[in-house]
Nanobody, 121 residues
């Protein structure tokens, strides 16, 4: 059994910052890509940022230069530092990880429960 637990969401004024963190726990042999997605009301879920095992990163165009993804492989965590937040960043942010539960297992994708981020004055 694998669990992803997020923390760090909340309410922030435009221009402010928040940091989201996600910790993976349970039966974990290895973790491949980790990342963050978001879903705003009435919209489809979209990719925010991902980071591979080799620390290669990918960002949505709208967050480049404002958001930074990082991971701690020893702690099985992934974080998202969000700066210069805008009202359009308001959404539920969910972490995502590709995890092997044993050496020969395929990667299985897991999701966190989601953290609300609201940017409003």
């Amino acid at each position: 059994q694998v669990h992803l637990v997020e923390s760090g969401g909340g309410l922030v004024q435009p221009g402010g910052s928040l940091r989201l963190s996600c910790a993976a726990s349970g039966t974990i042999f290895s973790i491949g890509a980790m990342g963050w997605y978001r879903q705003a009301p009435g919209k489809q879920r979209e990719l925010v940022a991902t980071m591979g095992e080799g620390d290669n990163t990918n960002y949505a165009d709208g967050v480049k230069g404002r958001f930074t993804i990082s991971r701690d492989n020893a702690e099985n965590t992934v974080s998202l530092q969000m700066n210069d937040l805008r009202p359009e960043d308001t959404a539920v942010y969910s972490c995502h990880a590709a995890i092997k539960t044993y050496r020969t297992a395929p990667y299985t994708y897991y999701w966190g429960q989601g953290a609300q981020v609201t940017v409003s004055s």
